[in-house]
Nanobody, 126 residues
Framework: QVQLVESGGGSVQAGGSLRLSCAASGLTNSPYAFGWFLQAPGKEREGVAAIDSIGSTSYADSVKGRFTISKDNANNTLYLQMNSLKVEDTAIYYC????????????????????WGKGTLVSISS
């Protein structure tokens, strides 16, 4: 059973940076796509960034140029480097994995993911 555990959330001022981590366990040798999603208060969950099984990345328009997704295959850890943070980035951030070769744009667009973490809170103040 795949388990995903996020960490790295916190409270920072606008313009600051945070790096989220997602430790994955239970992975097999089969291909996976990974993504970061956020859910702001009162809103639906939406895709932020994704990396697919061949290492291609995609981003939501709202975070392009500010966020970077990466993956450490040796340690089964997914990262989201978030720079130039804005108040509107405030949300719970979730890590997710799909046991699939789906391309990264499909992950960001909301393709069904198979496994989810419990989330980590990011709070940006002005």
């Amino acid at each position: 059973q795949v388990q995903l555990v996020e960490s790295g959330g916190g409270s920072v001022q606008a313009g600051g940076s945070l790096r989220l981590s997602c430790a994955a366990s239970g992975l097999t040798n089969s291909p996976y796509a990974f993504g970061w999603f956020l859910q702001a208060p009162g809103k639906e969950r939406e895709g932020v960034a994704a990396i697919d099984s061949i290492g291609s990345t995609s981003y939501a328009d709202s975070v392009k140029g500010r966020f970077t997704i990466s993956k450490d295959n040796a340690n089964n850890t997914l990262y989201l480097q978030m720079n130039s943070l804005k108040v509107e980035d405030t949300a719970i951030y979730y890590c997710a994995a799909a046991h699939s070769t789906i391309p990264s744009p499909a992950v960001v667009a909301g393709y069904g993911m198979d496994y989810w973490g419990k989330g980590t809170l990011v709070s940006i103040s002005s």
